[in-house]
T-cell receptor, first 111, second 115 residues
């Protein structure tokens, strides 16, 4: 069993839709949760970062962590064509640097 | 601020050949990482350096992969000999520190194709 599971998609939505991306994990030692966005032929860039459980909002993006269910989510409101990319969840344990990534979900926002 | 630089961007080699990748991290970043990203998968950590010392190389296939970070700045990752399954994007990342909530900044990657 992989430590981090993510539906690879692909996911296609019309412009303006609300997008929900999710990951599940098995290791309860994970405390730091991140979402990276990766455009084609580019390296991942950090989009959202959350420590432990709770919600975090940044503009059109909201990250949620539910540690009791070992489930994290990223919501994108009013999606734009420029949001078309692969979204990777990542997580790590306290005091460690090794990031454990999901497989990534490929998102296309259709104008 | 300049980002993480990597070269070459693309490389095609035949199996059993050797190849080397280069990474220049963001200035002042003490920690440097090499990741392997196989098509359709998330990045997997190969090795982590803190300055010029190795912190974690538990997932580095040491029979064929080697990496060094001389003078605690630039780094090279080498594969010798390459196998078909080494075809992937090799990502370099750097961070200011090595613990806690520090952000890792990724380079554009080197796409390796082994024929």
């Amino acid at each position: 069993q992989k430590e981090v599971e993510q539906d690879p998609g692909p996911l296609s939505v019309p412009e303006g839709a609300i997008v929900s991306l999710n990951c599940t994990y098995s290791n309860s030692a994970f405390q730091y949760f991140m979402w990276y966005r990766q455009y084609s032929r580019k390296g991942p860039e950090l989009l959202m970062y959350t420590y432990s459980s709770g919600n975090k909002e940044d503009g059109r993006f909201t990250a949620q962590v539910d540690k009791s269910s070992k489930y994290i989510s990223l919501f994108i409101r009013d999606s734009q064509p420029s949001d078309s990319a692969t979204y990777l969840c990542a997580m790590r344990k306290t005091g460690a640097n090794n990031l454990f990534f999901g497989t990534g979900t490929r998102l296309t926002v259709i104008p | 601020e300049a980002g993480v630089a990597q070269s070459p961007r693309y490389k095609i080699i035949e199996k059993r050949q050797s190849v080397a990748f280069w990474c220049n991290p963001i200035s002042g970043h003490a920690t440097l990482y090499w990741y392997q990203q196989i098509l359709g998968q998330g990045p997997k950590l190969l090795i982590q350096f803190q300055n010029n010392g190795v912190v974690d190389d538990s997932q580095l296939p040491k029979d064929r992969f080697s990496a060094e970070r001389l003078k605690g700045v630039d780094s090279t990752l080498k594969i010798q000999p390459a196998k078909l399954e080494d075809s992937a994007v090799y990502l370099c990342a750097s961070s200011l520190e090595s613990r806690g909530a520090d952000t890792q900044y990724f380079g554009p990657g080197t796409r390796l194709t082994v024929l």
